[in-house]
Each structure stands twice: as C-alpha cells, then as structure tokens.
C-alpha cells in the first residue's frame, strides 16, 4: 500500500472577537500550522482548509462550517491518505446525552457560534474513515471558564 497519496487538512482557529470569552493567539496557532504542514510535511497548501474568525474571514468557523468542512475531507479520503484536524479554541464538557456512558460527561470544541461539536459528533467521522486512511487530531484546548 503506498501511504500518504494525499495530505488534506482543516485547520481551526477561534479567537471569539467582542466577546467575554475573547482568545489571543488561536488564529496565529493555525496560520503557523498551515506553514509547517506546507514547508515541512509537504502538504499541498490548496489542500489546506483554513477556518478562522478573524475580521474578513471568508469561512467562518461555525459549528455547522467545521463539520462540513471535516465531512468534505474525510469523503475526499481514500486508502493511505494522511487527513489532519487542528483545533485552536476554547473547550469545554458538558453532561453526557448517552445514558450509561461510564465517564458522564462528553468533551465538546466550542466553535465561534457556541454551536458545540462534541467527541460523539467526532466519532461519527472517524466512524466514516476509509481503512487505510489515517485522521490526526490537535486540540489546542481547555475548559470555557463561566
């Protein structure tokens, strides 16, 4: 098998601008991911997606925005693809919705609309994963602080 035929990213910087939440820093985290996955680890930079709430922002980095953008990657995948999700923004946990699940809580992201993707919803993608193909996952996260 010839391993790492395409290399597809998405990467994800939240900074929340004007909000109580505000980050510094996020959106530089991913920029400067972009250029080592591109110099270094020769990424294809068209094949880099990057989703940032920075002012002009052509894809925000909704809820809705990086599940689309992940889903699109993960069907583009095929056997000895190398797929990366980098993730620089806030976290959090909240009560686990499957009854009996033995840790109680689930770890979500927080996307710049607050529309949680939680570590079920990420399960469901990797879940679609063509055998083969390999996800590396970086969250650059912690827990919301009310």
Known sequence: MDMGNKRMAVLVGCNYPNTRNELH??????LTMKEVLVKRF????RSVQLLTDAPGSVVLPTGANIKKALSHMIDQ????????FHYSG???RIPSVKRGHPFRHDEAIVPCDFNLITDV??????NRLPKGASLTVLSDS????A
């Open 25 to 30: 820093g996020c959106i530089n985290d991913v």
């Open 42 to 45: 020769g990424f294809d930079l």
């Open 77 to 84: 995948a095929e056997a000895g693809d190398v797929l990366f």
């Open 90 to 92: 806030h976290g959090t």
């Open 121 to 126: 919803d990420f399960r469901q993608l990797v």
């Open 142 to 145: 912690c827990p919301v602080v």
